[in-house]
Every structure is written in C-alpha cells, then in structure tokens.
C-alpha cells in the first residue's frame, strides 16, 4: 500500500470522555478476538473498542473519571486511573496497565479486577503463553517484572535497565527495548545481563530511542540443522519359486516266477 486508512478516529480530538467518535492522544492498542481495535486513552482514563467499519467506538472500561484510590490486589474498581497500555488475554479478557497497577476487565462488565499494584513508572505490558504479566518500569527502578497470574507479589527477571519502555517473552527469554541506550536487548531467563541485538553500545549504530518490541519469529542462537545419515534402501526379501510337487516312484508289479521246462521222458528204442 501507498497510505494507511483511519480505522478509529476522524483525527480531531476531544477531551470529552463520553465522546465516542474521536480519541484524545491514545497510547496504547490490542486486536480483539474479533478484530477490533482496543485502544487505551490516558487522558482521559478509559479503554475503548472499534469494531471494523465502525464510525464511533465502545466504551470497554473506565467512566472518564480518574480513579485516585490506590486500589490493591484483589480490589474491584469502577475507574482507571491514567491507562497507557491493554492487552487481551487468551480467554478475551481485556489487561490494563495503568498508572501503579494492572487491572482485569471481563468484556461486558462495568467493573474491574486489580492484578497488579505497587508498581513504579510502569511503561509497558506483555502477557506471557502462561498468562503471567511482563511489566517493563522505566526511570529509577530501570527493569522488567514478571507477575504470575494471581500471584501476590513479582519477581524482577532483568534490571539495571536505561529506561526500558518494553519487554516481550520469547523462547525462554526476553526481548527488550531500552530507550534510554537506543537498542534492544536479548536477555536469557535467569541471566545477570543482556545481548544487544540492535542497535550499538558505541552509539556508533543507534536506534531512535524504540519504545515498542513486536517480535514475528524469534531465535536468538539457532542450532544448525543436522543432515540425517542416509541408510541404504533394504532390498526385497526374494520369494522362492514354487517347486513342483514330487511324483511318487511306481513300484513295478511283481511278474510270476517261470516254471521249469520239463524234460521228456527217453522211450525205449
């Protein structure tokens, strides 16, 4: 293609938070199931979806208003407080990260789940093929967090970060992208530091500060393929050729014994 097409938006904003057919510097997107667009606006906390060839949105989560009470795990709110990135999760729930925390929101319902809380700057979201939550935190903290599902609490799998603005696991490991440093980092589960994958530590080849990772296929040390060893075709085992069945030796009947010739009597002369 030679341009794009608008596909939320008429490219106007508004600060309304009950206007459904523009956005206001929206921050975060997802595809649904279905294939709509999930897009998480900060300003004016709330989530909302497009449907293909829809001329206005659906509002999904949040009411506009600010919600400022600090919720913890485990807490049922009815507003997000400043919301910058959603995910949808395998069963089509849909995943907000939001200013301190994450929070759960099932399609159709007018409340959430707190998941997450406590977080620090948090700036990027990912959710695992365990359905545990990869939580990338910018600035003093510098790393990336893994929260397993209903866990009370993380665990940090990389730090000592330039302020990283997200992370995607992969094959064992994590993919993140570090703006600070203008690179992306390779970093192996359980690993003290990371493998810059793009971008240089000289600056000598620098990305542009990336602030999102979308990783299509990913190998970060691929084994080479081994050459099967060709065996030899096994030759057909060969069928013996039916010999014909033996005829039995006719015994030759017995013939009777010859009786002797008798000799003629002599006549006297």
């Not at 994958?197 to 999102?212: F, H, I, K, Y």
Request: glycine letters at 8%; aromatic letters at 4%.
């Amino acid at each position: 293609a030679t341009q794009g097409e608008t596909v939320a938006g008429d490219g106007k904003k508004t600060t309304n938070a009950n206007e459904l057919k523009r956005l206001w510097d929206p921050t975060g997107i997802a595809i649904d199931h279905d294939g709509g667009y999930v897009i998480a606006e900060p300003k004016l906390h709330r989530v909302v979806k497009w449907s293909a060839g829809a001329t206005q949105g659906e509002l999904i989560a949040g009411t506009g208003e600010r919600d400022e009470s600090w919720s913890r795990v485990g807490s049922t709110i009815e507003e997000l407080d400043t919301p910058s990135k959603v995910e949808v999760a395998a069963n089509g729930d849909y995943v907000i990260l939001e200013k301190n925390r994450v929070s759960r929101w099932v399609p159709g319902q007018k409340t959430g789940t707190v998941v997450c809380d406590g977080l620090t700057t948090p700036a990027g979201l990912h959710i695992d093929s365990d359905g545990a939550f990869i939580i990338t935190e910018k600035k003093s903290n510098g790393r990336v967090v893994k929260w397993a599902e209903a866990a009370s609490d993380y665990e940090v799998v990389a730090k000592g970060l330039d302020n990283p603005s997200a992370a995607v696991a992969v094959n064992g490991g994590y993919l993140i992208a570090e703006t600070g440093s203008s690179r992306v980092l390779w970093w192996p589960a359980e690993a003290t530091s990371g493998q810059i994958l793009a971008g240089d530590e000289r600056n000598d080849e620098p990305l542009d500060m990336p602030q999102a990772i979308l990783p299509l296929v990913f190998m970060p040390s691929p084994a080479p393929t081994s050459v099967p060893t060709l065996q030899p075709t096994p030759q057909p085992t060969p069928v013996p050729s039916p010999q014909p069945t033996p005829q039995p030796t006719p015994v030759p009947t017995p013939q009777p014994t010859p009786q002797p010739t008798p000799v003629p009597t002599l006549q006297p002369t």
